[in-house]
């Protein structure tokens, strides 16, 4: 349920709605909008609950149900678009955020030439796998700890924000230590103990679309994190599961578009995962800003053929330089920048 302040209620008004939701045994969230106050109330048995409870409380405008699963996430929750900033680096904005980088991080000159490439053509934020969620037990799991040493040092280096995986609940506070995003992957999207703990941590946080999930559960489990008092929440769509195996995954690109419709959480895209080679990647990367995206997640390696992990779908250093040129004039022309 959505309590919505009249313009210029006293912070007592708030108080008092606030209090006797507690009453009912209901947890509240506020939404401090820069012209009203939004309330929303949440528990179990709202839907038993009258609105008029609330309604007839002093300072209260109206009172709605959000009838769809995701609360927090929702435009009825927040009317205007989340900026999450990274130290100085806001998503969400005019800028279109590029994070670039290699799969994974697999040594100290690797990292730091993939730091110096990504950064020279124009991206702001450094990617680099530590903990691998890998299909197979059997392949390169990442270089954990020492891999986060390494994007620590590159992101001094550089001057530049990193952004790594975690995979375990248990490493929240060990990457979080290192990182300045959180990414959680499509397999742990529904991972609710992982969402739960990074919602604690209060840490930025990337949060990909689980590739059989729907927008509403993609949603649902951003709730997880809001939940928590973790308003640094950007969505990633990265390409869903489909009957079409032409590419790696089918990108919805629709997404863009409809998460921009139903909730204020910006919503950035990856297409090396959805393409699966590197030849599809620029026009995905092209086709997502001119969507709305704001931001894209690509991968680059120095020398896509050494790389470990997801070399035929790295970028060359020459590629993702030209690809950030044209992405510009995109940019530009749907009234955004990079
Ligand atoms: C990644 O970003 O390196 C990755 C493993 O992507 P995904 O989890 O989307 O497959
Ligand atoms: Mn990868």
């Not at 375990?168 to 969402?195: E, F, K, T």
């Not at 086709?287 to 931001?295: E, F, I, R, T």
């Not at 790295?314 to 030209?322: E, I, Y």
């Amino acid at each position: 349920m959505i309590v919505e302040m009249r313009t210029g209620a006293i912070p007592e008004e708030v108080d008092g709605v606030v209090e006797r939701a507690k009453s009912l045994g209901l947890n509240v969230q506020l939404n401090l909008g820069t012209d009203k106050t939004v309330v929303a109330l949440l528990g179990r048995n709202t839907g038993q609950l009258s609105t008029d409870i609330f309604a007839v409380l002093p300072g209260v405008e109206s009172v709605t149900r959000i009838m769809k699963p995701y609360k927090l996430a929702s435009r009825e929750f927040k009317a205007e678009d989340s900026l999450v900033s990274i130290n100085g680096v806001e998503v969400g904005g005019k800028r279109v955020v590029i994070m670039a980088g290699p799969c994974a991080v697999e040594n100290t000159e690797q990292l730091a030439e993939a730091a110096r490439i990504i950064k020279e053509s124009g991206a702001c934020i450094l990617r680099g796998g530590a903990f691998k969620p890998r299909t197979s037990p059997f392949s390169f799991q990442g270089m954990g700890k020492s891999g986060l040493e390494l994007l620590a040092r590159a992101r001094e280096q550089f001057g530049i924000p990193v952004i790594t995986e975690v995979v375990d609940p248990h490493d929240v506070d060990l990457v979080s230590g290192y990182a300045d995003i959180l990414q959680v992957g499509p397999r742990n999207m529904q991972n609710y103990a992982l969402l739960t703990s990074i919602g604690r941590s209060k840490c930025p946080v990337v949060l990909k679309r689980g590739f059989s999930c729907t927008v509403t559960e993609w949603l649902t489990a951003a709730d997880y994190l809001l939940a928590e008092g973790n308003s640094q929440v950007i969505l990633c769509e990265r390409g869903i599961r489909t009957f079409e195996d032409s590419a790696r995954f089918s990108l919805d690109i629709c997404s863009v578009p409809v998460i921009k419709r139903f909730s204020h959480l910006p919503v950035i895209v990856d297409p090396s995962h959805a393409a699966g080679h590197y030849s599809l990647v620029p026009a995905i990367a092209r086709a997502a800003v001119a969507a709305g995206a704001d931001g894209l997640l690509i991968e680059v390696h120095p020398n896509p053929k050494e790389a470990l992990v997801d070399g035929l779908q790295s970028l060359t250093p020459s590629d993702f330089a030209r690809l950030m040129d044209e992405l510009r004039s995109i940019a530009k022309s749907v009234g955004r920048y990079i």
